[in-house]
Every structure is written in C-alpha cells, then in structure tokens.
C-alpha cells in the first residue's frame, strides 16, 4: 500500500524560509512524476514543482528563483526547499507520487502540511 506523508509546515515571517518534506512509502511501481501543489483558501490546487521522469524539473512562476525540489531516491523522500517565503506562499501544501501501475498513471496524494507566512 502506497503511502504519502508531508511534514515541515509552519508560520514562518515574509523572507523566511521552510523546508517541506515528503516521505513515501509501498512505492513498488515506476515512479512518472512527483512533486508538489499547494491549495489556498477559495482558491485551486495549483503545481508549485515538480520532477519529471529524467529528473526534469518544473517550477510555476509564483516560485521560480525561491523555491527548490530535489529527492532521495534511496530514502523515497521529496523535499521542498522555500525561501524568500511570501505572504501569497501561504497554503496547504500537498505531496504527489504519479505511478505506473497496469499500463496506466495512478497518483497517490499526502494528507497536506499547512504552511503560513505572516509577520
């Protein structure tokens, strides 16, 4: 059983920095894609960064120069890296596996980790 588990959320001040983690577990098929969205009030889920097979990485705009996603593929663990944190970054955040399984995509989804920016 695939299992998704983030962790490291927080209030933190504008300009401060998190790391969000990510630990995956039952992870027995190929991996397509993992990453990070995160939700806001009233708003939708939006893609904050990804890894792409080939270890491609995609980051939204909103992020792009403060925000970096690596992994441990030995550990099965993602990590999000967020500096330079604006009141705008404050969401849930939510990890993501996208598996192969039966020749087709199957996504297994964290229970989410709040993080707020506020002074």
């Known amino acids: 059983q695939v299992q998704v588990v983030e962790s490291g959320g927080g209030l933190v001040q504008p300009g401060g920095s998190l790391r969000l983690s990510c630990a995956a577990s039952?992870?027995?098929?190929?991996?397509?894609?993992l990453g990070w969205y995160r939700q806001a009030p009233g708003k939708q889920r939006e893609l904050v960064a990804q890894?792409?097979?080939?270890?491609?990485?995609y980051y939204s705009d909103s992020v792009k120069g403060r925000f970096t996603i690596s992994r441990d593929v030995a550990k099965n663990m993602v990590y999000l890296q967020m500096n330079s944190l604006k009141p705008e970054d404050t969401a849930v955040y939510y990890c993501?596996?996208?598996?192969?399984?039966?020749?087709?995509?199957?996504?297994?989804w964290g229970q989410g980790t709040q993080v707020t920016i506020s002074s």
């Open positions: 993501y596996y996208d598996l192969w399984r039966n020749g087709g995509l199957r996504e297994y």
């Open positions: 890894i792409i097979t080939g270890d491609t990485t």
């Open positions: 039952g992870i027995t098929f190929s991996i397509n894609d």
